[in-house]
């Protein structure tokens, strides 16, 4: 799950002072406090342009790569690269309508506060907290993930304590400054990313003839029942795998608030991601479907482990292994991160306790991150007595809420930059073809959600996704009424 992060200075209201006379004023839902590092919303601005980029590859490169891409070849053969090119496309026009939005009016709360200036207070509140519940979730999926992995590695602890150990260790780097935060994840990252060039460095030898193995040529691309063995319904298959592995790349729009020249900064890192995502994704599956047949069980199961075993490479398994639990703590750090300060800036617009709006030293805010750990501390105890069940349905739940990000953000930009163009506002960063591109990337969602209807296990997905949202709009509505905030 869950990162890129987040809009026009339409109707910009200035934030209230922080001095100490401040007193008590009504709380602006849109408003953004500017600080003397020059941080939105109270923020320290210690965040780097490097720091963004590589939080953005760490949430979207994870298990969705280093096992989803084997699920997705299973289901649509070599033509899973039609798959990927397409969400690709999807990605790539999200993430320049979220550029646009985020580069005008940088904020912590980022699509939500977008959403909210466009649609709404509910709708804003709404996205905030499913997007909130959702990396709550997924930390707790990632710290029983990479225990239950690495105890089959390392059985000297039990999966419960590990779990521990890594909610405990993360929880306390959290809790330090945005600067810390951001230089972990940026070597986390890193590792990752080595990771995966080293294997396209390698399956490009071996297509290349330069290693002892006999090089496949192309042959696996048409052999073993053609390029599009299962016809179109695989690719669409495949093509709601692909998008779910996306998620998370929306994370660079909320941290780009925490650096000292966030509309700079987010053109850049958003460039910047999209490239590597498109070399680091499908550069890596080209290689797979190229070097072993689409229907081979151990590229399934594990598709990195397959190549380099082909390669000739011995320890491979025990290797991806340990990359793997690495890009599983990589994704809890970065989503514990966007956890926070997403519940922060609810907190802010009056949308959440005043106390989770508080930060301490390093601009932390530490009782929203304390917040977004305690479902992953419960999950310690609930790895002791039912390791798969209660997790599996949740996530479940929240499976889907990545196509429903994408999507308010999508409506979000139409309805802002309709307003900016229509005030004469000058922006920053610009959609492509507006709003031609933006009405493609919807229609593009929407064949994905009528595809997915199709599918009986993602239209129970879909329906607790739509269930959970229609009972945080309730919520929202019913509680989520301006109230006096501390200034």
């Known amino acids: 799950m869950p990162t890129d992060n987040e809009l026009t200075t339409l109707d910009r209201s200035p934030g209230a002072s ?24 109270g923020s320290t601005a210690h965040m780097k342009p490097r720091h963004l ?34 969400a690709c496309v999807i990605l790539v026009l999200v993430m320049r309508a979220m550029g646009e939005m985020a580069a005008a009016d940088p904020a912590r709360g980022a699509f939500s506060v977008y959403a909210e200036k466009a649609m709404g207070r509910t709708a804003g509140q709404t996205l905030g907290w499913l997007w909130w519940a ?30 521990l150990v890594f909610m405990v260790a993360f929880t306390a780097l959290n809790l330090f400054s945005a600067k810390i ?70 994370l660079v729009t909320v941290a780009a608030a925490e650096t000292r020249d966030p509309q700079r900064t987010i053109v850049r890192a958003i460039r910047t991601i999209v490239v590597r995502l498109l070399v680091f994704y499908v550069g890596s599956v080209a290689l797979m479907v190229l070097i ?52 922060f800036s609810l907190s802010a ?45 949740l996530l479940n739940t929240i499976g889907s809420t990545v196509l429903v990000v994408w999507t308010l953000s999508l409506i979000s930009q139409i309805i802002l930059r309709r307003r900016a163009d229509r005030a004469g506002e000058k922006l920053p960063f610009r959609m492509w073809c507006f709003p031609y591109l933006s009405y493609l990337a919807l229609a593009l969602i929407g064949m994905i959600v009528l595809l997915g209807l199709a ?8 329906g607790l996704t739509a269930g959970l949202i229609a009972l945080i709009a309730v919520l929202c509505k019913v509680l989520g009424k301006p109230r006096k905030v501390e200034a």
Not at 141 to 155: H, K
Not at 455 to 462: H, I, L, M
């Open 18 to 41: 922080r001095g100490p006379a401040a007193g008590v004023l009504e709380a602006d839902p849109t408003a953004i406090a500017p600080t003397a590092t020059g941080g939105p919303e």
């Open 53 to 86: 980029v590589m939080m953005a590859l760490g949430s979207a490169i994870g298990t969705g790569l280093f096992v989803g891409s084997g699920t997705a070849i299973s289901l649509a053969g070599p033509a899973v690269l039609v798959s990927f090119l397409v």
């Open 134 to 163: 959702q990396l709550v979730i997924v930390i707790a999926a990632e710290a029983t993930a990479a225990a239950q992995i690495l105890n089959e590695l390392w059985p000297a602890l039990p999966q419960w304590a590990l779990a």
């Open 181 to 250: 935060f951001g230089e972990s994840e940026f070597w986390f990252a890193m590792l990752k990313v080595g990771a995966v060039i080293v294997f396209l460095l390698v399956g490009a030898a071996l297509m290349l003839g330069l290693l002892p193995a006999a090089s496949p040529g192309l042959t696996n691309l048409t052999g073993h029942g053609g390029f599009m063995p299962n016809g179109i319904t695989g690719v669409a298959a495949a093509l709601l795998v692909v998008v779910f592995a996306f998620g998370g790349t929306e």
């Open 292 to 343: 072993l047949p689409w229907n081979d069980q151990t590229l399934s199961a594990s598709p990195f482990v397959a190549v380099l075993t082909v390669a000739g490479l011995p320890g491979a398994e025990a290797v991806l292994a340990v990359v793997i639990v690495l890009a599983l703590l990589s994704a809890l750090n970065a989503n514990l991160y966007g956890a926070s300060r997403m519940l």
């Open 349 to 393: 617009r009056g949308s959440a306790p005043a106390r989770f709006a508080r930060t301490g030293q390093g601009g932390v805010p530490r009782a929203a991150v304390v917040a977004s750990v305690v479902f992953g501390f419960v999950t310690v105890g609930l790895n002791y007595l039912w390791p798969e069940a209660l997790l599996g349905f």
């Open 455 to 462: 599918d009986p296990v993602v239209r129970t997905q879909f």
